[in-house]
């Protein structure tokens, strides 16, 4: 659904809100393990040339032994298991979260409704004072009138 310009707001707005509190020391930890697991799953469909399914469920068996051994049914999962979430390989995740909190911004400015934006803009605010460029996010905050809307009394709260 690459032409879907109706929902692709809503999805960026959610990775905006996954991503826009993040420092960048943790963004380069969680595209490293996102790299990190996508290579292993193309090292298991090289290995696994009967299908990709096959060579998902032989690199989760993987991971799961790797952590300690699978648990059977009945077992209870303790604090100590290792939770892996498998990535799509064709996932890709910008080198800084900078450039990927651009990207999403600028899509949901061109396609968003009024109130997407106006959450997008907070998020990205919030975004550029924690990576330290406090001019700018208050420069981007006294000129997107958002305080005029009444909106920033009711975000503030929940975004410092």
């Not at 292993?40 to 299908?51: M, V, Y």
């Not at 949901?108 to 924690?130: P, S």
Request: hydrophobic share 40%; charged share 25%; aromatic share 8%.
């Amino acid at each position: 659904r690459i032409s879907d310009t109706r929902n692709q707001p809503k999805v960026a707005l959610r990775l905006i809100e996954h991503f826009y509190y993040k420092t960048d020391a943790v963004y380069d930890a969680m595209r490293k393990l996102t790299l990190q697991q996508q290579q292993e799953a193309a090292a298991s469909a090289a290995a696994h040339p009967e299908g990709a399914v096959a060579a998902a469920a032989a690199a989760a068996a993987d991971a799961a032994a790797a952590a300690g051994g699978a648990t059977e049914p009945g077992e209870e999962q303790t604090a100590d298991d290792k939770v892996t979430i498998p990535v799509p390989t064709d996932y890709h995740m910008d080198e800084s979260s900078d450039a990927t909190m651009k990207r999403l911004v600028s899509l949901v400015f061109n396609h968003g409704d009024e109130r997407t934006k106006a959450r997008a803009m907070l998020c990205y605010i919030y975004h550029k004072a924690n990576h330290g460029d406090f001019y700018t996010a208050r420069d981007m905050l006294l000129m997107s009138h958002l305080q005029v809307r009444g909106l920033v009394h009711r975000r503030c709260f929940f975004l410092w």
